[in-house]
């Protein structure tokens, strides 16, 4: 964005893409849950496509890994076990551990500035008790350490990877943490950027993520 009241261009954006984040979206928030098959002619009617747009959008979804095909029998959401998860978190800890030194290394006062606001977000959907509102914050959260860190490369990997979290948690987990442990975990990772503390940024950051897979084991 340029300076305020600076008319810039408008992203266009194509059919193929807007699908995309719409069965995307779906996948997130459990409407095509974890093992749902996928019928073109059924989606297409839905979303007022045809199945040309569908396909490819269905198929970009199956490189980010959140479909696969069964020779015979289709397109299906993945379903993901424990190993799943851990898998997941273990990405998830390089592409941001790789992130925050990134934005250690840039303009960390537009961090935080960004992260602040994220962070706010958080700080509503907590006292409010919101357990989806907080899973869209906390994601967003993410989101935005991640972007801070310039690299569009890192922030195309997280998107899939936070996808893949919000299933983990909607398959795997009855409830979230605490409203005030969620907050005050992403708070320290913001005062870690302010305080020009990379390696207790680095080290929080590793905690985060083994935490959140402890939380998600199932019980014995």
Same mark, same amino acid.
């Given at each position: 964005m340029g300076r305020l009241g600076e008319l810039e261009p408008v992203p266009r954006r194509s059919t193929v893409e807007i699908v995309s984040a719409e069965l995307r979206a779906a996948i997130l928030y459990g409407s095509l849950a974890p093992g749902t098959q996928l019928g073109e002619a059924e989606l297409a009617a839905r979303l007022g496509i045809s199945r040309g747009p569908l396909r490819e959008a269905m198929q970009r979804l199956v490189q980010e890994g959140l479909l696969h095909s069964e020779p015979h029998r289709g397109l299906f959401v993945v379903t993901l076990d424990h190993d799943d998860v851990e898998d997941v978190y273990r990405a998830r800890l390089a592409v941001e551990r790789e992130a925050c030194r990134l934005v250690m290394? +840039?303009?960390?006062?537009? /961090?935080?500035?960004?992260?602040?606001?994220?962070? !706010?977000? *958080? =700080?509503?959907?907590? $006292?409010?008790?919101?357990?989806?509102?907080?899973?869209?914050?906390?994601?967003?959260?993410?989101?935005?350490?991640?972007?801070?860190?310039?690299?569009?490369?890192?922030?195309?990997?997280?998107?899939?990877?936070?996808?893949?979290? +919000?299933?983990?948690?909607? /398959?795997?987990?009855?409830?979230?943490?605490?409203? !005030?442990? *969620? =907050?005050?975990?992403? $708070?320290?990772?913001?005062?870690?950027?302010?305080?020009?503390?990379?390696?207790?940024?680095?080290?929080?950051?590793?905690?985060?993520?083994?935490d959140s897979v402890e939380r998600l084991r199932p019980a014995p």
């Open positions: 290394a +840039r303009n960390r006062g537009e /961090a935080v500035a960004r992260l602040t606001e994220a962070l !706010e977000g *958080l =700080v509503t959907a907590a $006292r409010e008790r919101d357990r989806v509102a907080m899973s869209d914050a906390d994601q967003a959260f993410h989101q935005v350490l991640v972007s801070a860190s310039g690299s569009p490369r890192l922030e195309r990997m997280a998107q899939t990877l936070l996808v893949e979290t +919000r299933m983990c948690l909607n /398959a795997l987990q009855d409830t979230y943490p605490e409203p !005030e442990e *969620l =907050v005050e975990e992403h $708070r320290r990772l913001v005062d870690a950027i302010a305080d020009g503390a990379e390696d207790r940024l680095l080290l929080l950051i590793e905690e985060h993520m083994i």
